[in-house]
């Protein structure tokens, strides 16, 4: 079994940057596709960016694309997420995710592995 935890979240004003980290735990997480997600209060869970085993092919959302950057650190089973220039609709919940079958899914039926979530509020 895979445990994730994610932390780093906080309140950050608009313009501001935060950089979340999922530490995963119980096997190595280096040859699974890892991704990140959010939900905001009323909403559905939705697609951040996602990150290949291999090469660290990267794919991100339209809303997040050229302000957030995904990473990972297979030496720690480690990944990140660098949010820069956030805005207050990035505000929601931030879940880390992590999936064994290399599936490259945008859908969160993607993923076997969940972390609990690190809140993200940012304030106008």
């Known amino acids: 079994q895979v445990q994730l935890v994610e932390s780093g979240g906080g309140l950050v004003q608009a313009g501001g940057s935060l950089r979340l980290s999922c530490a995963a735990s119980?096997?190595?997480?280096?040859?699974?596709?890892m991704a990140w997600f959010r939900q905001a209060p009323g909403l559905e869970r939705e697609f951040v960016a996602r990150i290949s085993w291999s090469l660290s092919y990267t794919v991100y959302s339209d809303s997040v694309k050229g302000r957030f950057t995904i990473s990972r650190d297979n030496s720690k089973n480690t990944m990140y997420l660098q949010m820069n220039s956030l805005k207050p609709e990035d505000t929601a919940v931030y879940f880390c995710?992590?999936?064994?079958?290399?599936?490259?899914?945008?859908?969160?039926?993607?993923?076997?592995?969940w972390g609990q979530g690190t809140q993200v509020t940012v304030s106008s």
């Open positions: 119980g096997r190595t997480v280096s040859t699974y596709t």
């Open positions: 995710a992590a999936d064994s079958l290399n599936r490259l899914s945008r859908r969160v039926q993607g993923y076997n592995y």
